[in-house]
């Protein structure tokens, strides 16, 4: 009888390893225009992506523990138990974590996981490694929200100041993963073999478009990158242009990365479940 639960054990760990060893498959979303339209219409085109879990980077901008406005307070919030559940999935599959808040390097300055980051050595780039890739007007039209006034959609507005101390607890940071907010993202991408990128976080139309380990960076470097658009948010206040709802104004961000950056999937590609929703978003 004691035979038993020993090749019980061994199924589960060969079940385990089976399903480790395989590719990850993302259901990617993006718009292009056909080449023979005249009316230079976007139309949305789906693929499946086959990536090895060994060679993919999660990337995790900027989910802090507080942020000045307490609207995207809450929503990272919200979003913070999905995300944990999928990078713990993703982790288990051989994905490599990195997790980037981005101004809070101090609190982690003696943990494994932040020297894991900076021991990556430098590499060269065709392309310069930069602290912040700004609108790229020869890749992309302009963003279709007005966020000139700092997207806070509190009323009344929100103090614009800097309490963000650490990445929100709720998102776990295990051994193996890494800490940074800057290149060394890309060098330890490059250390590791890792050519695929799944971007998260916050926010949508400012640092998860513009940090140096985000989207336009990774592009920049050819990495091959995707956005996970049900966990971002984008900061848009809704008495702006385009005069729409905060989560319409995200899903038009999420748009313009799908037509001028990159395909998106969502947590349910991981999860199986349907994808994240904030719940005010009607």
């Not at 809450?74 to 974590?97: C, D, Q, T, Y």
């Not at 101004?103 to 912040?132: G, H, N």
């Amino acid at each position: 009888m004691k035979a038993i639960p020993l090749i019980l054990s061994l199924v589960f760990l060969a079940a385990s390893i089976s399903v480790s060893a395989q590719p990850l498959t993302l259901n990617a979303r993006s718009q292009k225009v056909a080449p023979d339209d005249k009316k230079k219409q976007y139309k949305i085109t789906q693929s499946i992506l086959k990536w090895e879990p060994k060679e993919t980077a999660i990337v995790i901008c900027d989910m802090w523990d507080e942020h000045w406005c307490k609207g995207a307070t809450r929503r990272v919030g919200e979003m913070a138990p999905r995300m944990n559940e999928v990078i713990k999935i993703a982790r288990e599959r051989g994905v490599l974590i990195i997790h980037c808040p981005s101004s809070c390097l101090d609190f982690y300055k003696d943990t494994p996981m932040r020297k894991l980051a900076q021991q990556a050595p430098k590499v060269e780039t065709k392309i310069p490694l930069q602290r912040w890739c700004y609108i790229d007007s020869e890749n992309e039209a302009p963003l279709p929200i007005d966020d000139s006034d700092g997207g806070c959609d509190c009323e009344p507005k929100c103090r614009t100041y800097g309490p963000w101390k650490r990445q929100i607890a709720t998102i776990e940071i295990k051994e193996g993963d890494a800490i940074t907010d800057n290149a060394e993202a890309y060098y330890l991408m490059k250390q590791r073999g890792v050519k695929n990128v799944i971007v998260m976080g916050v926010h949508l139309n400012m640092c998860v478009l513009g940090r140096p380990f985000s989207i336009r960076q990774m592009i920049y470097q050819d990495q091959n990158v995707v956005l996970m658009r049900d966990l971002t948010d984008t900061m848009y206040n809704p008495r702006m242009s385009p005069f729409v709802s905060h989560f319409s104004g995200n899903r038009l961000v999420t748009q313009h990365v799908e037509r001028h950056w990159a395909p998106t999937i969502t947590s349910s590609d991981f999860t199986g479940k349907p994808e994240f929703k904030f719940k005010n978003d009607k």
